[in-house]
């Protein structure tokens, strides 16, 4: 990384200006660093006259939580950068558009999605988004069909699995989702009100396997090009449009981690409504649209990759098997429902958590909503093997509030 440097405001109106088919030439720019995460710079330049704007995104080499404690490889900007322009080629209403790529100085410039609000933010604030569902299931069905070996060449898939091998930051995913949570360590982070919970998780030998079968899931299961971080603050939305941000965890993985995340997001925030919906009948309103969210992101998913697969698999003992693609679906139904609990259990024991939860002020609301959101999680990854259909896993959120 000869030329690397971490970019300032000056730094970024002045590769900005590059941009003349967004900015006036000699324009004057605004700058503004708005990056939440702990990894990255994020640069917003607007030019108030005209209203345009651009997003430059460069990788800072460590974590920032930690200050330089934790390195962390800039080659994950390039990753970032590779799995927005496949993603964006394959649900181009859903991905914001790359304009350049710099992998020296570990950049991704590209659209201004600020028109949108991060969904995190919105579900806190209960706003329905109708269109959810049906959007993030096309996400789901074009980017990993057709990085899968249902949908591509599969000597094109070996190679391009070369150039997403995200050792770090799989890593990070390996410890903090598939080990920590179950162990006594330093990274964990839960109040002592539910240490007894946190203590139970340590010895429960029968959620262990499954955890030791989830690990091993990720570990080995190339199936198609995740996200790798598909939570709902990697998703930009509005009523009336969705787009996926934040790819830089992305590399060949089990299908189901990424369903999985959707699905966990939805009912941290459907455990976290013991809050942010202050009475039974509204409370009860927003969560009947979670649960609509869930059930709609399966089943508008199953049937959009069932089509893909009938319509456009050329796999020629993958297209013709009988019941090959039932078993398929079944098995990436139960895969889902066992990370989507893993992804839970570790945003409310492990190291990084949600809002959803976190910022709940009332130290018993707090505790009633994580309560229930481990109760969710572990039933997820106690049953996951034994799943049969989305309305099971509907079924235990429902039960279990
Ligand atoms: P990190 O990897 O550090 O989490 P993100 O890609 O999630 O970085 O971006 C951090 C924040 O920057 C987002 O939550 C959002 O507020 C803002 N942001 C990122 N990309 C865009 C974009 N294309 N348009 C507008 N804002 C963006
Ligand atoms: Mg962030
Ligand atoms: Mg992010
Ligand atoms: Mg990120």
Same mark, same amino acid.
């Not at 009336?240 to 009912?267: H, R, W």
């Not at 013709?320 to 079944?330: E, I, N």
């Given at each position: ?362 130290? =018993?609301?707090?505790?009633? =909503? ?32």
């Amino acid at each position: 990384m000869s030329g690397y440097h971490p970019y300032n405001e000056a730094d970024a109106i002045g590769l900005a200006r590059s941009f003349e088919n967004v900015f006036s030439p000699g324009a004057d720019l605004h700058c503004r660093e708005i990056g939440d995460g702990n990894l990255n710079l994020v640069f917003h330049i607007t030019e108030p006259a005209t209203g345009k704007g651009l997003i430059i995104k460069q990788a800072l080499p460590y974590v920032k939580v930690f200050g330089e404690s934790w390195p962390l490889s800039i080659d994950r900007a390039r990753i970032e950068g590779e799995a927005l322009k496949i993603q964006h080629a394959l649900a181009p209403e859903l991905v914001p558009q790359v304009l350049l790529t710099n992998h020296e100085q570990a950049i991704t410039v590209m659209e201004d999605l600020s028109s949108h609000v991060i969904m995190r933010k919105g579900l806190m604030e209960r706003t329905l988004y109708p269109r959810f569902a049906g959007d993030i299931s096309t996400f789901l069905a074009q980017t990993l069909f057709f990085t899968s070996d249902l949908g591509m060449s599969q000597q094109e898939k070996k190679l391009r699995q070369q150039s997403f091998v995200n050792v770090e930051l799989c890593q990070i995913t390996e410890d903090l989702i598939f080990d920590e949570p179950y162990r006594e360590h330093e990274r964990n982070n839960y109040e002592d009100s539910i240490a007894d919970e946190a203590a139970a998780l340590r010895i429960d030998g029968e959620l262990l396997t499954e955890i030791a079968l989830l690990r091993e899931k990720f570990l080995t299961r190339g199936e198609a090009l995740l996200h790798g971080d598909l939570h709902t603050g990697s998703i930009f939305a509005l009523p009336e449009s969705t787009k996926v941000i934040d790819p830089e965890f992305a590399f060949y993985g089990p299908m189901g981690f990424d369903i999985g995340a959707v699905i966990a997001n939805l009912l941290l925030n459907f455990a976290s409504q013991e809050h942010w919906s202050q009475d039974e009948a509204s409370r009860r309103e927003y969560r009947e649209f979670l649960l609509e969210a869930v059930r709609g992101t399966w089943t508008q998913f199953s049937a959009k990759f069932r089509t893909l697969w009938d319509e456009q698999c050329q796999d020629p003992v993958f297209s013709k098997a009988p019941g090959y693609q039932d078993l398929y679906m079944d098995r990436l139904l139960q895969d889902t429902a066992g990370f989507a609990g893993a992804k839970m259990i570790r945003r409310i024991v492990g190291f990084a958590h949600v809002a959803d939860l976190d910022a709940i002020p009332d130290d =018993a609301a707090r505790e009633r =909503a994580k309560r229930l959101g481990l109760l969710i999680g572990k039933e997820l990854i106690r049953q996951n093997r034994t799943i049969r259909s989305i309305e099971q896993i509907i079924d235990i959120a429902f039960t279990a509030a």
